[in-house]
């Protein structure tokens, strides 16, 4: 698993896993924290929720989208979902929605269109 990491992973990164033993050692290499799902999904920043938010969709497009994927495309597929994911994300970061914008409240306090 180390080797992986390392080949695909600028060094120095920020590295956050879940408590499997394959990920030991990564700090040498990394700023790794890892989090143990049977304590706890969250400790501050460190959690897997992106990565399984992104397995998770990737896995709904092989079944949903794609409904017959050829083995040895299976990289193009990926690519694919990746740029949509990273696209989404960076459209993202620096945008917040308020409240107030989101129920379409005025400034009277009113809901909505009256």
């Known amino acids: 698993m180390r080797p992986n990491v390392g080949n695909n992973v600028a060094w120095g990164s920020k590295v956050y896993t879940d408590a499997l033993p394959a990920y ?15 304590v706890a999904f969250v ?7 992106g990565i399984e938010n992104f397995w998770s ?6 079944k ?33 929605i308020t409240y107030r914008q989101l129920c379409a409240i005025d400034d009277a306090g009113f809901m909505g269109k009256r």
Do not use: M, P
Request: charged fraction near 20%; aromatic fraction near 14%; hydrophobic fraction near 35%.
């Open 64 to 96: 949903g989208t794609w409904t017959h994927v050829a083995t040895f495309h299976l990289q193009r597929y990926f690519d694919e979902q990746a740029w949509r994911f990273n696209l989404v994300l960076g459209g993202t970061v620096g945008s917040r």
């Open 43 to 49: 400790r501050g920043v460190v959690h897997t929720n």
């Open 24 to 38: 030991e050692g990564l700090s040498r290499q990394f700023v790794h924290s890892s989090i143990d799902h049977s």
């Open 57 to 62: 969709l990737f896995k709904r497009s092989l």
